[in-house]
Nanobody, 115 residues
Framework: QVQLVESGGGLVQPGGSLRLSCAAS????????MSWYRQAPGKERELVAA????????NYGDSVKGRFTISRDNAKSTVYLQMNSLKPEDTAVYYC????????WGQGTQVTVSS
């Protein structure tokens, strides 16, 4: 059974940082492209960042470029999202996604940026 478990969300002040983790199990992690999406209330789910299976290439949504960094550790079957200079508009539920032959989603973790 495939599981993607996000962690690291929480409440942070504007300008602060958080590091999200997504631990995968039940799949051949190193074969999967991994990505982070987010969904704010009343808005569509949007791509935040993506990384290929080897980690050699990344892609970011325009709103987070230069502030967020995606990385992965294939030995630990984990993908990370380092979020710096957080803004109130970054508030959302953040989801991890694994894509290869199939696509799997995690359950999400809430990130709230507020003073």
């Amino acid at each position: 059974q495939v599981q993607l478990v996000e962690s690291g969300g929480g409440l942070v002040q504007p300008g602060g940082s958080l590091r999200l983790s997504c631990a995968a199990s039940g799949l051949s992690f190193s074969s999967y492209a991994m990505s982070w999406y987010r969904q704010a209330p009343g808005k569509e789910r949007e791509l935040v960042a993506a990384i290929v299976s080897t980690g050699s290439s990344t892609n970011y949504g325009d709103s987070v470029k230069g502030r967020f960094t995606i990385s992965r550790d294939n030995a630990k079957s984990t993908v990370y999202l380092q979020m710096n200079s957080l803004k109130p508009e970054d508030t959302a539920v953040y989801y991890c996604r694994a894509t290869y032959i199939m696509t799997y989603w995690g359950q999400g973790t809430q990130v709230t940026v507020s003073s």
